[in-house]
């Protein structure tokens, strides 16, 4: 006689709590999502971030067929070249990316707040919203009952913290688990492409992904976001026939407003930034951006001028703490609910997309029988914790997310930056080289050991 089939609750509706729900409802396991958002539109979910080879590998395995092709549909145009650009817009170097005519091995560029509504499709009677988590409690039969600040109760078998950097549930159930300042900041912007901001840009940058190494250590990164669908939500001219017909049919559309639009972002120690730079907002906070990048090009700086208000966001980078192994029981967690890693390449993203489908992949062992519910925990602890925290990390130490990073101190600073530019201009022009760097830019993203 095979096993109950557990009933899994999931708190937090971001990437990874999604993909997981879709992945144990195909599976035919019974899933509840829990999300403090009121609506499906709610949120920070509008910025770029990259899915590689992890990510896209993770949702063909938990989305039923159709859906891994909606997403597919909905990332805006990949980007062709990665380039490495000096903040006067000088090219260092520029690497051509894989075509995406692949649908796992090659770089996808997503808008959040899209791929939000793809994770949300068909899932209306599982996601429940403006459901502010509160406690939970573990009860001697094995189940464990999750409490909200509405006062309502969901029971299940197993309850799995997807809810972000400031998980509530970590904060009950591994006290000992924290984050840190990793000391820098982020000012992030998107301005909407016109005929004009387009122009505003050398063809290879308007068609890649562009790092931007400043003077002074003041970083930045540009992508141009194209969608298949224009301004008001209407197809395109020219849209692939398939593309099309998904599209049609995929209800996300009217839930989701991005457009197209230029992502705009740049960061650098804590200490470059006035205190109350968390505090600001709009437009006061693209003028902030402007007076950081004074020496910039007139054209970088336009854009920024350009930038829509509302978009305009300061982040606080965080890194999690590594975290010793834990006894597995009916909670879990997943993506930076348990390894919060600094923003950049989109390895948060894929790891966690990684931790769902590894997961999914243990719950479906359990509900066949072939291993406990708690063993099935185990297992996916056993491996997501090693893996998660080697991401982690990799990505303190990429790209001068690390407050401490030589590229912000005052004299080795300069040299830090010249090394940097060096590096990436003659690696560039080495055949064999630029070949080792293409490849590693689609395994780093959250890949197998």
């Not at 939000?116 to 009677?125: A, F, I, P, S």
């Not at 009916?330 to 489908?357: F, K, Q, S, Y």
């Not at 999914?360 to 406990?372: E, H, I, M, S």
């Not at 300069?414 to 003659?426: E, N, S, T």
């Amino acid at each position: 006689m095979s096993p109950r089939p557990p009933h899994v609750l999931i708190v937090g509706a971001g990437i990874g709590g999604l993909c997981l729900a879709q992945g144990l409802r195909r599976a035919g396991i019974s899933v509840a999502v829990y999300e403090r958002y009121r609506s499906r539109g709610e949120g920070l979910l509008g910025y770029r971030v990259g899915i590689g080879p992890t990510g896209s590998r993770a949702l063909r395995e938990c989305l039923p067929p159709r859906l891994f092709d909606t997403y597919l549909a909905t990332c805006a145009r990949s980007p062709r070249y990665f380039n490495v650009i000096t903040q006067r817009m000088r090219r260092t170097a520029s690497f051509t990316l894989r075509p995406d005519t692949d649908p796992v091995n090659t770089e996808r560029s997503v808008a959040r707040m899209t791929l939000r509504q793809v994770l949300l499709t068909g899932m209306e009677d599982v996601v429940h919203f403006d459901k502010t988590f509160t406690r939970y409690d573990q009860r001697d039969d094995g189940t464990v009952t999750a409490h909200f600040a509405d006062g309502s109760t969901a029971t299940g078998d197993l309850l799995v913290a997807a809810d972000g950097t400031h998980s509530a549930v970590r904060r009950q159930y591994l006290p000992h688990a924290v984050t840190r300042d990793a000391g820098t900041v982020n000012i992030a912007t998107r301005i909407p492409l016109t005929p004009h901001t387009r122009r505003l840009l050398p063809e290879r940058i308007e068609q890649g992904i562009s790092l931007i190494f400043g003077t002074g250590g003041m970083m930045g990164v540009l992508h141009v976001m194209e969608f298949k669908w224009d301004g008001d939500g209407t197809l395109k001219p020219g849209v692939d026939p398939a593309d099309a017909a998904l599209l049609r049919d995929w209800p996300g559309l009217r839930h989701d407003t991005t457009r197209d639009n230029i992502n705009l972002v740049i960061w650098s120690t804590a200490r470059r930034f006035p205190a109350d730079v968390m505090q600001r907002r709009g437009e006061d906070l693209i003028q902030l951006a402007l007076r950081l990048t004074h020496n910039w090009h007139p054209h970088l700086r336009e854009l920024f001028a350009r930038a829509d208000p509302g978009s305009a966001l300061p982040i606080k980078v965080a890194t999690s703490e590594p975290v010793p192994p834990w006894k597995s029981s009916t909670v879990t967690l997943l993506g930076d609910a348990i390894h919060t890693m600094t923003p950049g390449r989109g390895v948060g993203a894929n790891t966690a997309l990684r931790d769902a489908a590894l997961l999914c992949r243990q719950l479906r062992l359990a509900t066949a029988g072939d291993k406990t519910l708690l063993q099935a925990v185990a297992d996916y602890e056993a491996a997501m914790v090693p893996y998660g925290f080697a991401r982690v990390a990799d990505s303190l130490n990429r790209s001068g997310t690390n407050g401490d990073d030589r590229m912000y101190k005052p004299v080795v600073g300069r040299l830090a930056l010249l090394g940097a530019r060096g590096y990436f201009g003659v690696t560039s022009r080495v055949p064999r080289l630029a070949r080792k760097f293409v490849n590693d830019f689609y395994t780093y993203r959250g890949e197998e050991d």
